[in-house]
């Protein structure tokens, strides 16, 4: 961790920093936070109040001044304060003239105003360098140094070199300064912490959506279907049956869905033959969230391995293996050992185990202070090779479960497949496509393609 870029870049900028004073109007609890994490990298900070007074709240060796005289002491002004009271700073604007505003301010809901915060702060203060910045960032975060969840800062602004003023600032803090442009991009910006996990909304519904299909499917293949036919009530195998029927289901497909993107532009690109037009709004927005899709299934790979290591010690599992001993001895008969079916169930468990692990592997590697610390050719092995390979033990360890009961007319209860076969359909998709896509013919101008080559150039030199 030490070796890290931006931990030597915080260190260079922290002494060069030593005596520089930056003003905080507001003394809030981010206003706080963020003179606190100051004052720890070498900066001076003295707050502007209408309190001048001092408050054991304010971080050790902060100063408390009037408005005035703390923007006096200070060339960049972080305005920790709600826009409804920005009005206060229309008597200070001869003092802020030439000053760089830092904008810090979230609204309550997406759109709040017709214009940014820091927009609106430009406005009223016509004579100052407005940037945005810092207001991803949490006063809890910054108080209490985790910050590996949001390390990163976006800044926007019109003024160039008041822009790197504040990225010299973020990086000193030991967080990571993303330039997103001009002040126009500060809507985008305010807006981003008011989304909630924008990147699972469709993770989650699909996968909600899947949840609730297979288990109205098996809901009605294994328990309506005995009751009507049978009259036997099996309505207990709701609550673990079921489930461990859903959880591998899902924790496939999701993983299937995660390389399907992938695949189908790979053969828009050799359809149109260049990189440089978009891929569908659709399957851009679908590519975004693979992460997440992948995590989402790795949860449901999880559910299912817990409720299969309870399966010994269900009262119906118990059940059944007592009357089969029972029968066995009141018939005087033992089943002998049948090799073939040894040899699928341990393969079949095998390639479970081997499957997990690897899936494990790759939810380990997604997770940000892993993949920060692995280059992008290791990465990119990972997620992809492994990825793949993650994909192919998965649906070999469900076709290994199924075996030859898919031959079996018993398996189709009202004509109607067990839902490890329904599962089966999207990665098989998948691995045959990509596994087509890995012919020299395809594979040749496709690595071309993503090169940079066209079939048919829009410009000639």
Known sequence: ????????????????????????????????????????????????????????????????????????????????????????????AEVL??????????????????????????????????????????????????????????????????KQMVMDIVRALGLTPLDQGSLLAAQEIENYPLQLFPMWKFPILLSLGLTAFFFFYCLIRDVIYPYVNEKKDLSFFIAISIANRICPALALILLALVYLPGVLAAI????????????????????????????????????HVLYTLIIPIRYYVRWRINSRVISQVLNNRTDPLDNTSAWLSDSYLALGILGFFLFVLLGITSLPSVSNSVNWREFRFVQSKLGYLTLVLCTAHTLMYGGKRFLYASSYRWYLPNAYMLSLIVPCIVLVVKFVLVFPCLDKPLTRIRQGWERNPRYSE
Not at 104 to 111: F, H, T
């Open 268 to 303: 828009i690109q050799l359809y149109r033959g260049t990189k440089y037009s978009r891929f569908p709004d659709w399957l851009d927005k679908w590519m975004l969230c693979r992460k997440q899709l992948g995590l989402v299934a790795l949860a449901f790979a999880f559910l």
């Open 97 to 162: 003239h030439g000053k760089v505003l830092v904008d810090v301010s979230n609204n309550l809901k997406l759109n709040q105003y017709p214009q940014s915060n820091a927009e609106y702060l430009a406005q009223l203060i016509p004579g100052a360098k407005v940037v945005k910045a810092f207001n991803t960032v949490s006063a809890w975060a910054l108080q209490s140094g985790t910050l590996d969840a949001s390390r990163q800062v976006f800044v926007c602004g019109d003024d160039k070199k008041a």
């Open 1 to 92: 961790m030490n070796s890290n870029p931006s931990n030597v870049m915080a260190l260079t900028s922290n002494t060069s920093n030593k005596k520089e004073t930056v003003c905080i109007f507001g003394t809030g609890d981010f206003g706080r936070a963020l003179a606190y994490k100051m004052i720890q990298s070498g900066y001076s900070v003295v707050f502007g109040s209408r309190q001048v007074q001092m408050s054991s709240l304010i971080p050790k060796g902060a100063e408390v001044l009037s408005h005035t005289e703390a923007a006096q002491k200070a060339a960049i002004i972080f305005i920790a304060i709600p826009r409804q009271h920005y009005n206060f700073l229309l008597p200070l």
